[in-house]
């Protein structure tokens, strides 16, 4: 992914992870699971462009849908941008020069929802911080929406930034209530209650769910727990390698001819975020037809970067373009136009239209090409983006 040219706003959508603040983590404890998720994928779209601009944008189907959060009440959604704007940001570390620098800001200046589109900003001194290279947790969203429980995936963020040490240090518990946003609560203070109803469940779904194993280990003054530590190691059973934004890939057919054609791993990941699925699988499907090619992989690769392939066929004595093949040229040049991410969010939305199990089934392996679904795709894509088909017979 770190090849792809990113020309616009969206292009950060392009990432699986986002680099994101320590300080916007420890201060974000008591942010619901829906808003941590939200303010994670925010920071994803607007991290290019952090300090160059001042506001951002962010389609709110796609927001709603990178976060799992698959409804159309966007009174929630308001809800949950609300309580960004509400949550104080605070920040207390040392500048370039050694100084101590202390700092307070409200997580969003500010949101709001028209005409489809989420726009929101930072404020100025927040924004240089989140875009502090320097100090910074790997969030992958591809793992965030797999949690269930903000607890965990509040222990989640503020552990994996020590995955390469192999443990977190030790946390006064005080320090520990605030980072899992349990701070002020009288019944947390009681360790047993603490460790029943925020660190065992926790845990177990951050062992279950994510790229890294967590081990708590706890220290005593008597028989009073006073600090805790995660010792921290990769889980082989979630590789971050197959939980980026390639995630589901490997498992596709397009990826399989790939590299049964001897692409590399990173090579066809590549491609397929680059160029879609529907664009390789045409290009791999015009290589095949082609007779006397030596080397089929070199072959391919031309097609792909010089964006060559089959002619679309010829209608009638105007020699205009036959409307069919027309109206998906359209579609897949707007689906190349689309991030992957916005590619993918897109799949499930059209998924979650169609009740018939054949037309799932075909569409899963088709893609936009889908014989069976191609009225309800033209519908789709035109709904997306309205004139797209315009001119075309039905």
Known sequence: MDDIPRDQLSGALRRGAVKKHVAAIHVSGKLTLLQRKLSNVLLL????????????????????????????DMDTLKQSLRGLAETVAEWDMLDEKGQQEWGVSSLLSYAKLKGGICEYAYSPALAEKLNDPKVFALINLNIQRRFTSGHALALYENCYRFVRTGSTGWWPLDLFRRLM???????????KHLNAKVIKPAVDEV???SNILLTPETKKQGRVVTDIRFRIKENPQLAILDMDDGEGMRHGAVYARLRGLGVSDRLARQWLSAHGEEQVLEKLDYVETRKNVKSKLGYLTAALEGNFGPVPERAGEGGGPNPRA???RRILEAVKARTPTQRDADKRLFLAQLSDARMRDDFEKHGWMSPLNSTRIAAFWEEMSPGLLEGLEE
């Open 45 to 72: 779209n607007a991290y290019d462009t952090l300090t160059s601009r001042t506001r951002h944008q962010i389609d709110a189907r796609t927001l709603c849908l990178m976060i799992g959060y698959n409804s159309n």
């Open 181 to 191: 946003g349990v701070d002020g609560s009288a019944y947390y203070e009681t360790f």
């Open 207 to 209: 062992n279950r769910t």
């Open 326 to 328: 027309e109206r998906l």
